[in-house]
């Protein structure tokens, strides 16, 4: 039996930081209301001229040289994200030129928006997992705010961008006892970016009925650690460290409290970064590994819901 482990993370935040003060001076809104209901305080915003592929690379060297391996030897590139640098060819193949890689290694983008980076995730444990690959890089990104509209309240206070990336090895012992993938296409008008390629419609922003993504994330991501555990076998207290996707706390604290988990066991970034899409669990993974959070022999719990709706989970241990 082939199994697969994380190695090693590396991740990146774009240089402006955007405050809630900033937002207040757009639209009618406050850093109270915010903060009460989301738990954001500020968020980063790519440059004009830095793109999702620019973040994905800072945050695959950082990743490749805490392993300190040479590019050449990935074997397989994922990468989630919504907002690619161009239609196509895909951001991942973008990348693999950027890292200077000619192997010929097999380089796709995954689109399950803020649950994209589980989607990813779970797709390269199953290739490490049937012998076909021994090393992926595994990343997150996105510039959602090149898709927001700054005059919606109701969306442009909640995101930010940024990128995360994950070297995933193969291993004779288990790293990742499960992953958990769900999608539910009967809701895709609750949150929607309108507008595509062969639809277009002339609404290329972020479209959101809030408050029903809300109801629906509490009790997806609720149900999803029962059925987690239970095909894992894991007890709510084998579980170290919650690693959920980072849109608002106050889903966050639901799921804590479904994993009788305190919020002093969850890897939380949503007050510094917002909601980074498919960026949100990467950097919160690394964030916990560089600040000596997460140790080696940790059991991890990854969650996320997205449009689509999309959902999933992922237990592994460090
Ligand atoms: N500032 C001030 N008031 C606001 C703002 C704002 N930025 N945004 C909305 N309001 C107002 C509304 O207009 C409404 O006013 P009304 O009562 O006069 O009509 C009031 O606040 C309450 O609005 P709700 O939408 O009911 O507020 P809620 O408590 O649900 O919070 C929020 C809104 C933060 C968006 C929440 O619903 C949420 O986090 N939803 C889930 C987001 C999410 O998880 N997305 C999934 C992943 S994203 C992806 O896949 C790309």
Redesign the pocket.
Known sequence: MRYSRITATGSYLPERVMTNAELEVL????DE??QA??GIRERHIVRDDESTCDMCEQAALRALEAADIDANTIELIVLAT?TPDLIYPSTACLLQHRLGIDNNCAAFDVQA???GFIYAFSIADKFIASGAVKRALVLGADS?SRILDWSD??TC???GDGAGAMLLEAATEPGIYVTRLHANGAYSSL?QVPSGVSKPTGDPF?R?R??E??KF?VNAMGSIVNETLEECGLEKNDIDWLIP?Q??Q??IKATAKKLDMTMEKVILTVAEHG?T?GGSIPLALDTGIRDGRIKRGDNLFFEA???GFTWGSVVAKY
């Open positions: 639209v009618d809104t406050s209301w915010i209901r989301t919504s928006a803020c649950s959602n309240r109701g206070v909640l995101f949150l972020i959101m809030g408050n993504v809300f994330a996707h849109a608002n106050r889903i909601n899409s819901i997205g449009s």
